[in-house]
């Protein structure tokens, strides 16, 4: 039997100790003073039972962590149609990198760039009755806690600085692969970017990728073949340029947000979610990616 509460033990204890924890996101000025030293991890097995250590319970802003779930609600409304707008490869650059999208005629190489997942935004802005409300309501229900929110300042201030995201937008829309305007589009990303969750809340929002689409109510949210389409994803394109390392150190789908949170799972076993503000120069978490090698390491519970 493996003792779960005594690796997230020790896992804390080590991050504790780290002299170094990366570097808070600047660039959103409500983010640039979240306090470093802030670490938790959750741990929730399909089996029902879960373990936690740490700031688990402090909610943070999810951020990149927000695209896997419009591209979840974008599968079940328009499923096999979102891929002629976006690709389905690794780009192996940076998450706001702007070049590619030219060179590739307006057709992000993935929905977890920033490019893929402002196209994604925008399918939701066309097909949503009312957007930000309907999208909201979809992680309320995922979760099954109706006290999920936007954080309103988070998504002002990063539309304040949100200078690149225009960019890629105003791209997107030369090319024709943005259908409605510009500010409108932005305005639900920044919005659904800046939703905050707790480590505990995030594990019950992806369950349903661990869990053949059944959500954790056990409601069907999503087929058999958009789950693995989705953990696919995650697996080759969750952590941008740095994809790889995470597959290789870590060995789980996942996804990581600049506020410095990590979602990561194993398919009908678990999900685990980590936060720890301080970033690596790719943009994410460098103690929760340390934290996610160790706990695959330990419990040699990885995909491979
Ligand atoms: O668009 C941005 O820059 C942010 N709202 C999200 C970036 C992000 O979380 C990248 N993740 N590591």
């Not at 800046?194 to 990728?209: A, D, P």
Request: a negative charge; proline letters at 4%; aromatic letters at 10%.
């Amino acid at each position: 039997m493996i003792d779960y509460q005594s690796i997230l033990d020790e896992i804390y204890l080590e991050a504790l100790n780290s002299s170094y924890k990366g570097e808070v996101a600047s660039y959103i000025p409500e983010l640039a003073t979240i306090d470093v030293s802030n670490f938790g991890v959750y741990l929730k097995q399909l089996n029902g039972n879960s373990y936690s250590i740490g700031d688990w319970d402090k909610p943070f802003s999810i951020q990149s962590i927000s695209k896997v779930l419009t591209l979840s609600k974008a599968l079940q409304l328009i499923d096999c149609n979102i891929w002629d707008r976006v690709d389905v490869e690794p780009s192996g650059n940076p998450f706001n990198f702007l070049s590619l999208l030219e060179q590739e005629n307006g057709i992000p190489r993935n929905p977890l760039i920033n490019s893929g997942a402002i196209v994604v935004a925008d399918i939701l802005v066309s097909k949503l009755e009312n957007p930000k409300e309907d999208f909201i309501n979809y992680i309320r229900d995922l979760a099954n806690d109706q006290t999920i929110d936007y954080n309103y300042k988070v998504a002002a201030s990063e539309k304040e600085k949100g200078f690149k995201n225009y960019a890629i937008a105003n791209l997107l829309k030369s090319y024709g692969n943005l259908k409605n305007p510009v500010e409108d589009v932005l305005d639900f990303y920044f919005h659904q970017c800046s939703i905050e969750l707790n480590c505990e809340q995030i594990t019950k929002v992806f369950y349903l990728f661990s869990n053949k689409g059944k959500c954790i109510q056990e409601i069907k949210r999503l087929t058999l073949s958009q789950v693995k389409r989705v953990n696919a994803i995650m697996l080759t394109c969750g952590f941008y340029d740095e994809a790889g390392e995470f597959a290789f150190t870590v060995g789980l789908p996942g996804k990581s947000g600049v506020g410095g949170g990590i979602v990561a799972l194993l398919p009908n076993n678990f999900v685990i979610a980590t936060w720890s503000p301080g970033l690596n120069e790719k943009g994410n978490s460098l103690i929760g990616m340390k934290a996610l090698e160790q706990f695959t390491t330990k419990t040699g519970e990885s995909i491979f």
